[in-house]
């Protein structure tokens, strides 16, 4: 079975200060890896790196990808099996719908595919106005809003980093129940970021502690 | 018939070199702004300085350049309407392109992370880029037409001011000023005014959307 991430070692330094610094980092296929630590613990680095908007140091071995070694040539390709979830999502300023069907309209996907998926991921994370303003909801509704963007790119691998950090706890465990058989649905792979040891407990079929860019 | 002809002229002469401003400022702009390469610094300040260009300088430098002996010469566009599209873009392109520099760097930085995340190619990119920047691209466009309609020093010098093929509104109110002809020169004006506020008034509608 071939790793969905296998990357060893990886290091990440901004303005010589490393703030990444992993012996080796191996992902299968239908696992899910929580990753957990405190603030400044390299977490949202990690899911950059990961998500291959950000480059690692010269001194990191070669990021295997779904198998595939990462160069310039594969980038958007890989890029595009893989979705996130960042801590603080950009709501670009289009409708919900819009905002929710714009990874699947560079994919050029057809127009009844895409309403379809909208729907889907819509209902399940509980979003009944699609046609609202996107960069006018809260933190929380924008955070349901990029978990539903996300899923609907049936991506194989999923980033995912305090997604649900701004909803509140009740919210939160009942989208985490739904989520959960969806993020290892079909052999996807999950890295699951979280300050909270319940969801950590609840959730991941491995973990990895950092503390201070390092596994702890 | 001549006041239909000589506006006309005027809306075609700035609408083209705002149209291959726009063409040539918008990357340049956005490349600028995104681009990490040694010298942006030193082209951004560029720019930035070419906002205020003194048109008689942008006037001079094209007649030189087109001038018979000159080395666009050949081309024989002296005192034609293309000079003074050309000498229009020289002052609209940096406007377009300053502007556009400052309206993409003040974009939030997690568009970027966004859309590559959701899978954009860099021209996608670059689209979602412009369509976030949308406000401040249109207010570049304004600025830039503001800059060309308003000219009248470099047109002069490179137009001629010749009835029936380069007269436009801005030359022709000189004219009717320096033989006194103040009633004529005021109606121009007028006119003028009413063009820049039209067409402003169609990009502004475009810029604030359904915004009441």
């Not at chain 2, 400022?25 to 720019?47: H, S």
């Amino acid at each position: 079975m071939t790793a969905t991430v296998d990357w060893a070692p990886v290091k990440k330094s901004y303005e010589s200060c490393r703030v990444l610094d992993i012996d080796k980092l191996m992902l299968g296929e239908g696992e899910i890896l929580v990753v957990a630590g405190a603030n400044g613990a390299g977490k949202s680095t990690l899911i950059r790196l990961l998500a291959l908007v950000e480059s690692a140091d010269e001194g990191s071995g070669e990021y295997k990808l779904f198998g595939e070694p990462v160069n310039e040539g594969n980038r958007l390709a890989l890029r595009r099996r893989l979705a996130v979830v960042w801590q603080e999502p950009y709501m670009f300023r289009r409708s919900v719908y819009e905002n929710i069907a714009m990874g699947l309209k560079w994919r050029k996907l057809p127009d009844g595919v895409i309403a379809k998926r909208v729907k889907a991921v819509a209902d399940l994370l509980e979003i009944e106005d699609l046609s609202q303003r996107a960069e006018k909801l809260s933190r929380g509704w924008a955070q349901r809003v990029a978990l539903a963007r996300a899923l609907a790119l049936e991506p194989d691998l999923i980033l995912l980093d305090e997604p649900l950090s701004a909803l509140d706890r009740q919210i939160r465990a009942r989208l985490l129940a739904g989520l959960k058989p969806l993020l290892s649905a079909n052999g996807r792979s999950t890295v699951y970021v979280t300050h909270s040891a319940t969801e950590a407990a609840g959730l991941g079929t491995r973990r990895l502690l950092l503390a201070q860019g390092r596994r702890a | 018939m001549e006041l239909w002809e000589i506006t006309w002229l005027t809306l075609k002469v700035s609408a083209s070199a705002v149209m291959v401003s726009i063409l040539l400022g918008l990357p340049a702009g956005t490349g600028l702004a995104l681009g990490r390469f040694r010298g942006r610094r030193f082209l951004m300040a560029l720019a930035n300085a070419g906002m205020g260009l003194p048109p008689v300088v942008v006037g001079l430098t094209v007649a030189i350049m087109l001038w018979r002996t000159g080395p666009l010469g050949g081309l024989a566009l002296l005192y034609t309407p293309a000079a003074m599209v050309i000498a229009q873009v020289v002052i609209a392109l940096p406007i377009v392109t300053g502007l556009t520099a400052a309206a993409v760097q003040s974009l939030d930085q997690r568009i970027r992370l966004e859309s590559l995340a959701l899978g954009a190619s860099t021209g996608q990119l670059v689209f979602t880029l412009w369509r976030e920047a949308k406000l401040g691209l249109l207010a570049a466009a304004m600025a830039g037409f503001g800059g060309a309609i308003s000219e009248v020093g470099a047109v002069l010098m490179v137009g001629g001011n010749i009835k029936g093929q380069t007269r436009v509104l801005t030359t022709a109110i000189v004219m009717e000023t320096r033989m006194g002809h103040f009633n004529a020169a005021i109606a121009l004006s007028a006119l003028l005014l009413a063009l820049v506020f039209f067409v402003n008034l169609v990009l502004t509608y475009l810029q604030q959307g359904r915004r009441p």
